[in-house]
Nanobody
């Protein structure tokens, strides 16, 4: 079974940095877009950033200049480097990927289990 496995969450002080990683577990044919979303308590899930298979990126306005998304296509991994963290960044961060397990399939969306990032002094 194909899964997305996230790691790297935790507690960090305001102004600090944290790096998240997400790996595709299981055999797949290809991955299209990969991204990170977050959901703060009492709020809806929102897009943080995404990166296409060709390397094009897009960021939420709230994280531009502070967060960097990258991917390793050979390792089927996506990363999120978060700098200058603010209390407003506190949320559960979810990895997302559009992938196909077999060549004849269309792309389907897969979500990770989420990792908690807490920014607090």
């Amino acid at each position: 079974q194909v899964q997305l496995v996230e790691s790297g969450g935790g507690l960090v002080q305001p102004g600090g940095s944290l790096s998240l990683s997400c790996a595709v577990s299981g055999s797949i044919f290809s991955i299209n877009t990969m991204g990170w979303y977050r959901q703060a308590p009492g709020k809806e899930r929102e897009l943080v950033a995404y990166i296409t298979s060709g390397g094009s990126t897009n960021y939420a306005d709230s994280v531009k200049g502070r967060f960097t998304i990258s991917r390793d296509n050979a390792e089927n991994r996506v990363y999120l480097q978060m700098n200058s963290l603010k209390p407003m960044d506190t949320a559960v961060y979810y990895c997302n990927a559009e992938l196909k397990k077999y060549s004849w399939q269309g792309y389907s969306e897969l979500w990770g289990q989420g990792t908690l990032v807490t920014v607090s002094s």
